[in-house]
């Protein structure tokens, strides 16, 4: 029984940027194969599929094509659902015809879905319509880098110099000063406005505006532009003073670190990339399930038991009711319940599970909390019964102040919380070469892991807090605070970035 082999077009970089189709495909395969042109990130799509890199620049070793097509086919020929990724379009300079001529020759079936290539999107991202109605009717998708083993090149330099619209130049970095030429003397004028796009795309894209004989010079050592880059070559690229948006966003050409856990990195990473931020990952907290379930089995079993119950995180909210509806109960179990949540996303959280929270506090304060509960004239504090679900460590403020005003108190441990021990080396360059703008600190405990392990490091970088406890407890460490969130929320965060740093 042999498998099916899908090419599927990654796009130019930009992983919204993928088909539906190919997302879909990219859900139901076993195999990925994968370079360096095609986003880590669409990866995600792929599930627990095996995921094999042929191939990136300077991290590994490239993957000759014979190669390549021997793997497609031996995992399709062992029954398998196969991706090859390639960026792009897989028709546009992909070497996809060599891979559909070996699986169709065994007698696989494939399938080939389209990807946006990086001519088009440089209309979108670099504010460069390769065809205007008034500049060019035409375009040329031209190689800078034939098969070397051709005894002449099947270019016509001649015509490509007359021709009456646009150039774009795909994989020309390091024979620029040979396609350069050529168009010089066969008579394309020096002064032709080009546009060299790095990227495209991107959180890093870069685009550089040259006259056409200046080309070599700015990509010349190849070190010096790393590809993927095309070249624009005609009057359209002019326009991008007008047309251009990518570039302009408040936190375009910035670094930002997230740190929260990589399952809840999103939501600030999200923001960040709208606003045109580039976003690396390093957590500082990892979060598991408890040791054991026994305490939080008994309060489930005893909820009858208390009056109140708190919530002070969005992953014990989720623990928490994860393993009530895993007992076999229901939400008729919190019936005759108050409900109180510590911020306005524990909240949001709680909600999620179809229940009201009685008592919010209006900031991410402990304290804030027992006041509003010592407040409420509908109930007492003092022999009043209350379950704190909480992680396996952090403050005791709540249950103190709680004791103090009288309360009976349980605390129950519905998640384990602890730190992170390794710094992935690529972050630690970064940062001791200054190349991360902006670091994020979203909690108390993270700004102390944080502290411990990157410490001297970050005087490099500007830190960026949720709230203002998470900023005392930086403050205490010695660090020094260039933004903080006015709405504890990620999405504040992201906007406090923006305002400091359109201040800076």
């Given amino acids: 029984m042999t498998g099916t082999v899908y090419l599927i077009g990654a796009g130019p970089g930009d992983p919204g940027l993928l088909t539906l189709r190919g997302a879909e495909l990219l859900a139901h395969c076993d195999v990925v194969l994968y370079d360096a042109l095609s986003n880590d990130a669409l990866l995600s799509h792929a599930g627990r599929a095996e995921k094999i890199c042929v191939g990136k620049h300077g991290q590994s070793r490239i993957w000759t094509q014979t190669e390549i097509c021997a793997e497609i086919l031996r995992q399709a020929r062992a029954g398998k659902r196969v991706v090859r990724l390639k960026g792009g379009d897989p028709a546009v300079f992909a070497r996809t015809a060599e891979e559909i001529d070996a699986v169709r020759e065994a007698g696989i079936p494939f399938e080939v879905v389209p990807g946006i290539t990086a001519a088009l999107a440089a209309g979108s991202f670099a504010g460069i319509p390769i065809t205007h109605r008034g500049l060019a009717s035409a375009v040329a998708l031209v190689t800078g880098h034939e098969e070397p083993h051709k005894s002449e090149s099947a270019l016509d330099w001649n ?33 032709t406005p080009t546009a060299i796009v790095r990227r495209c795309s991107h959180p890093d894209q ?46 375009f050409g910035l670094t930002v670190l997230v ?45 009858a038991c208390y009056d109140t119950i708190v919530f002070s995180s969005v992953n014990g909210v989720h623990s928490f009711f994860q393993r009530l509806l895993s ?29 009201r929270c009685d008592v919010v506090p209006d900031d991410f304060r402990a304290e804030s909390l027992v006041k509003k509960l010592l407040s409420r004239s509908d109930s007492r504090v003092s022999g009043q019964r209350f379950l704190l679900v909480r992680a396996s460590r952090g403050g005791d403020v709540l249950e103190r102040d709680l004791q103090t ?49 990157l410490g001297p490091a970050l005087r490099h970088t500007r830190i960026a807090s949720l709230s203002p406890v998470t900023s005392e407890t930086l403050q205490s460490l010695g660090m020094r605070i260039a933004a903080q969130a006015e709405t504890y929320t990620m999405s504040g965060l992201a906007e406090a970035i923006r305002r400091a740093s359109r201040v800076q």
Avoid at 161 to 177: C, D, H, N, Q, R
Avoid at 337 to 342: E, Q, R, S, T, Y
Avoid at 409 to 422: G, K
Wanted: hydrophobic content about 45%; glycine content about 6%.
């Fill in 159 to 191: 015509a490509l110099a007359k021709f009456p619209g646009t150039l774009v130049i795909y994989m020309g970095v390091t024979t620029a000063s040979t396609w350069m030429q050529a168009l010089l003397h066969a008579g394309k004028d020096a002064a």
């Fill in 327 to 355: 007992s076999g109960k229901d939400l008729r179990a919190m019936a005759n319940l108050c409900i109180a949540a510590v911020g306005s996303k524990t909240q949001a959280a709680i909600e999620g599970y179809h229940l």
């Fill in 259 to 303: 740190t929260r856990p990589m399952d809840q990195a999103e939501e600030l990473a999200a923001p960040l990339r709208e606003l045109g931020a580039s976003v690396m990952y390093q957590p500082l907290i990892e979060i598991s399930p408890p040791r054991d379930w026994l305490a939080v089995d008994a309060c489930i079993e005893t909820l």
């Fill in 405 to 453: 005003a009288g309360g009976i108190v349980t605390t129950v441990v519905a998640y384990e919380h602890s730190d992170v021990v390794v710094v992935d080396p690529e972050i630690a360059k970064l940062l001791d070469d200054g190349k991360l703008d902006w670091v994020t600190v979203t909690s108390s405990q993270s700004a102390r892991n944080l502290v411990s392990l």
């Fill in 206 to 251: 870069l685009t550089i505006h040259c006259r056409l004989d200046e080309v070599a010079d700015r990509l010349t050592p190849a070190s010096r532009m790393r590809p993927p880059v095309i070249v624009i070559i005609g009057p359209v690229t002019e326009l991008a003073s007008s047309m251009s948006w990518f570039d302009r966003r408040p936190l």
